[in-house]
């Protein structure tokens, strides 16, 4: 007799089921419920541990390029908001400001 467990009968949430056991969800990925196979994180989300239940989104300043890695910060000159899977190169005539934002530049001219 074979026994198959189902991590759905001990509400793992965080696992999912081989067959055999429970397993914690892989990185990369969430398992909302231990019903069904891993999931991966949309784009602009990442989950950079095991057993995860949601992905986290990525934070403002930030490049989700592999949803398995935490974060990494946007390099000068360049923003992301939050969500975003890539940091953007700031426009020509605004000026990087932090890692979330650029700001239009002011020119004043005088007449003298």
Same mark, same amino acid.
């Given at each position: 007799m074979t026994l198959i467990v189902t991590c759905q009968l001990f509400s793992q *949430? !965080?696992?999912?089921?081989? !067959?055999?056991? %429970?397993? $914690? %969800? &892989?990185?990369?990925h969430y398992c909302p +419920? $231990?019903?069904?196979?891993?999931? $991966? %994180? $949309? &784009? =602009?989300?990442? +989950?950079? =541990?095991? !057993?995860?239940? /949601?992905c986290k989104a990525c934070d403002a300043g930030h490049s989700c390029l592999n949803p398995s890695d935490t974060p990494v910060p946007c390099p000068a000159g360049e923003f992301s908001i939050t969500g975003q899977?890539?940091? /953007? *190169?700031c426009i020509p005539n605004f000026m990087w400001r932090d890692?979330?934002?650029?700001?239009?530049? %002011?020119?004043? +001219?005088? &007449?003298?």
């Open positions: *949430v !965080g696992t999912y089921s081989n !067959g055999s056991h %429970c397993i $914690p %969800c &892989d990185l990369g +419920s $231990p019903a069904n196979v891993p999931q $991966p %994180c $949309p &784009d =602009g989300s990442y +989950s950079n =541990g095991t !057993g995860a239940v /949601t899977a890539t940091c /953007t *190169v890692f979330t934002c650029c700001m239009q530049m %002011c020119f004043f +001219s005088f &007449d003298w």
